[in-house]
């Protein structure tokens, strides 16, 4: 497994402090960010997953706790819509350039709104996608949200 991915180049470019930590991806898990937790040992509120939405149409990105269901109204509502739903899988994948599974909020193929939970800036540090499946970056919360300019905001 590549350790170098467009999400770990992204955050070298913002100058952001990370570490990169590889686990044994379940492809027949329940829930993605739930099973990344468990196989690295870590809080799930800590593991935060990477939501590719669209809000009246538009796409955007929500960076949530793993054990954590995102509000849809919420979600909207940050943005200024009326309307929030889950991106296709496909179209997901599309608009990022990652698989799902391994889709990180760093280094997509084409920016869009981001968010992130605002209960996540409490960790001292959070894991979020690395841009591969079986890979996590760890980094501040705070430093995430910067490097994403990601409003923080409840969306759970």
Aim: include cysteine; proline fraction near 5%.
């Amino acid at each position: 497994m590549s350790k170098t991915t467009r999400a770990t180049q992204a955050l070298q470019q913002t100058g952001v402090s990370f570490t990169v930590h590889a686990y044994d991806y379940d492809p027949n898990a329940e829930r993605i960010g739930l099973q990344a937790a468990e196989a690295l040992g870590a809080d799930p509120s800590s593991v935060l997953k990477t939501l590719m939405v669209t809000v009246d149409g538009k796409p955007a990105c929500a960076v949530v706790p793993s054990d954590r269901e995102v509000n849809l109204k919420k979600l909207a509502a940050a943005l200024g819509g009326k309307t929030a739903q889950m991106m296709k899988p496909a179209d997901a994948e599309r608009m990022t350039g990652y698989h799902v599974g391994g889709i990180s909020p760093f280094g997509q193929k084409k920016r869009v709104p981001t968010l992130i939970e605002e209960t996540a800036l409490a960790h001292e540090s959070v894991f979020i996608n690395g841009g591969q499946r079986g890979l996590q970056v760890r980094l501040a919360p705070q430093d995430a949200a910067r490097a994403l300019d990601a409003k923080a905001v409840a969306l759970v």
